[in-house]
């Protein structure tokens, strides 16, 4: 639905008068279940070939994980990007401005993500060598990623998107864009790798065709004009201060992802050194369920964001803040709950991906154990500093925001894989994460404080919150639309 002369539609009217934490699970459900749905795409890969084929595949998807993220950055990159400066511009009524950051979103995501693919397939495999392919996993891990590039546009463009989506206040659309691709990954691994023996074949080609059609369903909602902004023609190029201030805000999730893929590569050759093949096989399990027990966590982060980025854009800094309270606690609520499940149920769980480990590879089993703890002992501390960079980011705060995420992201986790695996060999490398997890928490600790006492500062636009509603001022009648061009910034 349109928004009729720069009003917002219900869907976002509501996001400043219901209550924050039926909001939040509004939109953190949904967003979950579509996390959860992507994180399909390396669950079951992993699982089909760590059963099918052995440790050595699980091995060849881990040194691929690197690539998949650096591609995958840029489109976070855009789509978070886009989607604040949308949920900003929707929220200050400038509707015609949010259409534009969504034609410019689409005109980086299609001509960035074909040069992305280009290049990587002319460095291959440099590329994989670079991420700890030996000889006996280079092979398999090429196999995946030839085929597995034939989707990435598609890959790039449904993950913009989503993100731009669930800013146009359709949460369960953005979810059902990610549930389409991994019912269908989940179906079609299973008639390639099971009814056609395929191998690691038949798992890129499964992940390839869902990305293609999370992608079409995407597209689906603007042809249709669900969200109010309509499919943009794309003629008339780029405009540089547009396309500038979308990367500004997005770099920092974008940064992210690259740093990560950074402190992969170097995690990777770490393994390898100290551990060998079998220590990136383990790493490959932990990975795979680290898909779904960090997914809350974002999830909230990402529901938060629409919430925080319209209020803050209406002038209403107490719901920003109320909004920042629940995410934390629910994240937090929700990690102790992991550490819990991950100590009760670890070898049930490692024994999903290669299921006979303890009788044909006791190594093996013992390596995950021991990557599995390192990922999970700390893991209550990482749910503030997910919330933390997605806070900044629906601030509009992208200068903050990147800094968080290069400490969190680069500058503390690189320095502490090639020191500490030199001090203590393999133990070194499985402290690294419980090391990094309770420094980045007391420096997103310091970051909140200071964004909190910020917005304890400023003063909410109308009568029934504002301070200034005794003295008069005047509240909208029922049904009229909202303040609107009222910041606080």
């Not at 002319?122 to 996993?137: F, I, K, Q």
């Not at 990557?371 to 629906?394: D, E, H, K, P, R």
């Given at each position: 639905m349109r928004h009729p002369d720069g009003h917002a539609p219900d869907s976002l009217r509501e996001l400043q008068t219901q209550p924050i934490p039926r909001l939040l699970l509004r939109f953190a459900l949904p967003a979950l279940a579509g996390m959860l749905a992507q994180g399909l795409y390396n669950v079951v890969d992993r699982i089909y070939v760590g059963n099918l084929v052995g440790p050595s595949a699980l091995a060849a998807l881990s040194v691929c994980f690197p690539l998949t993220l650096g591609m995958l950055a840029f489109g976070m990159t855009l789509g978070v990007g886009a989607a604040s400066r949308i949920s900003l511009a929707l929220g200050e009524g400038r509707v015609e401005?949010?259409?534009?950051?969504?034609?410019?979103?689409?005109?980086?995501?299609?001509?960035?993500?074909?040069?992305?693919?280009?290049?990587?397939?002319?460095?291959?495999?440099?590329?994989?060598?670079?991420?700890?392919?030996?000889?006996?996993?280079?092979?398999?891990?090429?196999?995946?990623?030839e085929i597995l590039l034939w989707g990435v546009p598609f890959w790039i463009l449904a993950s913009c998107l989503n993100y731009v989506i669930r800013a146009c206040g359709a949460p369960r659309y953005a979810m059902s864009v990610l549930l389409l691709g991994a019912g269908c990954n989940v179906v079609l691994d299973g008639v390639l790798m099971l009814g056609f023996s395929l191998g690691v074949r038949g798992a890129a080609w499964a992940t390839a065709v869902s990305q293609v059609l999370s992608a079409l369903w995407g597209l689906r909602f603007f042809l249709r004009d669900r969200g109010g902004l309509g499919f943009p023609r794309l003629a008339g190029g780029l405009r540089r201060q547009e396309v500038g201030a979308i990367l500004r805000v997005g770099t920092s999730q974008g940064v992210v992802e690259l740093s990560f893929m950074v402190f992969s590569v170097i995690f990777n050759r770490a393994l390898r050194v100290h551990g060998g093949d079998e220590a990136i096989a383990a790493l490959g399990v932990v990975l795979g369920w680290a898909a779904f027990l960090y997914m809350p966590a974002m999830s909230l982060s990402e529901a938060a964001m629409p919430l925080v980025g319209y209020n803050y854009g209406a002038g209403r800094p107490d719901r920003v803040r109320t909004t920042l309270k629940y995410a934390l606690g629910m994240s937090c609520a929700f990690f102790t709950l992991v550490t819990l499940g991950v100590a009760l149920f670890m070898d049930p769980m490692i024994r999903l991906f290669v299921w006979d480990a303890p009788r044909t590879n006791p190594r093996f089993l013992e390596l995950?154990?021991?990557?599995?703890?390192?990922?999970?002992?700390?893991?209550?501390?990482?749910?503030?500093?997910?919330?933390?960079?997605?806070?900044?980011?629906?601030?509009?705060?992208?200068?903050?925001?990147?800094?968080?995420t290069l400490v969190r992201e680069l500058l503390v986790p690189v320095p502490l894989i090639l020191l500490l695996p030199r001090l203590y060999g393999l133990t070194g490398i499985w402290i690294t994460y419980p090391a990094l997890d309770l420094l980045v928490f007391a420096l997103a600790c310091a970051l909140l404080l200071r964004e909190d006492r910020r917005l304890a500062r400023r003063e909410p636009v109308w009568e029934g919150v504002a301070p200034e509603a005794a003295s008069g001022a005047k509240r909208p009648r029922s049904g009229s639309p909202l303040p609107q061009g009222r910041s606080c910034r």
């Open positions: 401005a949010a259409r534009e950051t969504f034609r410019q979103t689409l005109l980086l995501a299609g001509g960035g993500s074909l040069g992305i693919t280009l290049l990587t397939a002319l460095g291959l495999d440099p590329l994989l060598r670079l991420c700890g392919a030996g000889r006996e996993l280079l092979p398999l891990a090429r196999t995946y990623l995950t154990r021991q990557c599995m703890v390192s990922f999970n002992v700390t893991i209550v501390f990482t749910g503030t500093a997910i919330v933390t960079t997605g806070f900044l980011q629906a601030l509009g705060r992208g200068g903050l925001s990147l800094l968080f």
